[in-house]
């Protein structure tokens, strides 16, 4: 029997991950400009590893927590969300995760049948669609309004809806565009929801690197959407922990056991050590928030400046948040952007993601990453100029 006949063919329709793709290919490169990976280069504050050392020195981190995680962390989160995003959450309504990943898979799991159809605007986080289909759900795109920066198309989300459509699943501040939906916007999805009784998964990693006049809005916060939405948020991009996989979701009770359900194969809990190191952010300074904030602004403006001196080559739409853009390709075989993009990696030793992996409305694009030291932007763009003159 061939290998071939094992593999289940919800996996098999899968394509391998562009961004873990090209960070392979990067590997083969001498001295690559790496632009392709949102994962901060900072280190975690130290306040956060002392709680984590702490921890593992007094013996709490040998054993399991509950399922939903550690209660005191739940207290602090729930304070959290009713300060910064304006829910009113108790730790009953919480879950700690493995990422706002695994919290985001568990979601799509309990509520999603063989055939049920997830409205993704896109271009969407590429896991996102992954995750659907691991679920053995249909991933519905629907494209958003590249002109105006890629905000939501309501009515083409409304136009979208089948009797087979079970969610709407979004990110905001969005990977790969860095676009923050208004809270306007977000009112008009969660109508669009509440008309059709449909669930809404949100995916807000990046809800605290928001720039200029733009504001991160929770539709957990609408009163109505409490029974339909479920909110999934992370540590590790707020705080610098990507290696730590840490992260929480936040529903309502009643959805909670049904989302553990699902989590428990996944992940029985989230790692304890990163517990106490997530106690330990929430109850010490917040200083390290906005430091990262003022670097990812610095570090988008210079991106925006010199992408400015290549505009025979680019074209971008300002990100608002989050520490990414999505420039489309103007240069000759643009078109193609997973080509483009490995060209560009092996000819000019600059590594960057293909828009292609973020849903077809991504092809003609590339994914750049700017939360990484200034001197890796200069150094890549100046490998960038050099390469297209």
Request: a negative charge; glycine letters at 6%; charged letters at 25%.
């Amino acid at each position: 029997m061939k290998e071939q006949a094992f593999i289940s063919d919800r996996v098999a329709q899968i394509k391998k991950s562009a961004i873990h793709e090209m960070t392979r290919l990067s590997k083969e490169v001498e001295d690559v400009a790496f632009l392709s990976w949102a994962k901060p280069t900072s280190d975690t504050p130290e306040h956060i590893k002392e709680a984590a050392i702490a921890a593992i020195r007094d013996g709490r981190v040998g054993g399991y927590s509950e399922n939903a995680g550690l209660l005191s962390l739940r207290e602090e989160i729930a304070i959290k969300l009713k300060r910064d995003n304006y829910i009113e959450a108790n730790p009953s309504q919480i879950i700690l995760t493995v990422g706002a990943i695994e919290g985001l898979s568990a979601a799509i799991m309990a509520i999603i049948d063989p055939g049920d159809e997830v409205i993704l605007p896109s271009p969407t986080y590429s896991t996102h669609i992954r995750q659907v289909v691991i679920a053995s759900g249909k991933p519905v795109l629907v494209p958003t309004i590249e002109e105006e920066g890629f905000i939501l198309d309501l009515e083409a989300i409304r136009k979208a809806i089948t009797p087979k459509t079970k969610a709407i699943l979004y990110c905001s501040p969005n990977n790969p565009t860095g676009t923050v939906l208004s809270e306007q916007q977000i009112r008009g999805l969660a109508k669009i929801a509440l008309e059709h009784n449909l669930m809404v998964i949100t995916d807000e990693a990046y809800e605290y690197f928001v720039f200029d006049d733009n504001k991160h809005f929770s539709i957990a916060s609408i009163p109505e959407m409490r029974k339909n939405a479920i909110s999934c948020y992370t540590f590790t991009k707020t705080y610098a922990m990507t290696g730590w996989r840490i992260g929480y979701l936040h529903a309502d009770e009643a959805m909670i056991p049904h989302i553990t359900k699902a989590h428990i194969p996944f992940a029985i809990c989230a790692p304890v050590v990163s517990q106490y190191a997530a106690l330990g952010a929430l109850q010490g300074s917040q200083d390290c928030i906005s430091n990262f904030r003022d670097h990812y602004l610095l570090a988008r403006d210079l991106m925006c400046e010199r992408l400015d001196n290549m505009n025979a080559i680019f074209e971008y739409k300002k990100p608002g948040g989050s520490y990414l853009m999505f420039p489309k390709i103007l240069a000759e075989g643009g078109q193609d952007s997973t080509a483009f993009c490995i060209r560009l990696l092996k000819e000019g030793k600059v590594s960057t993601t293909p828009g292609i992996a973020f849903g077809p409305t991504g092809q003609g694009h590339l994914r750049l990453s700017f939360c990484v030291p200034l001197e890796e932007i200069n150094k890549a763009f100046d490998r960038m100029e050099h390469y297209f003159r």
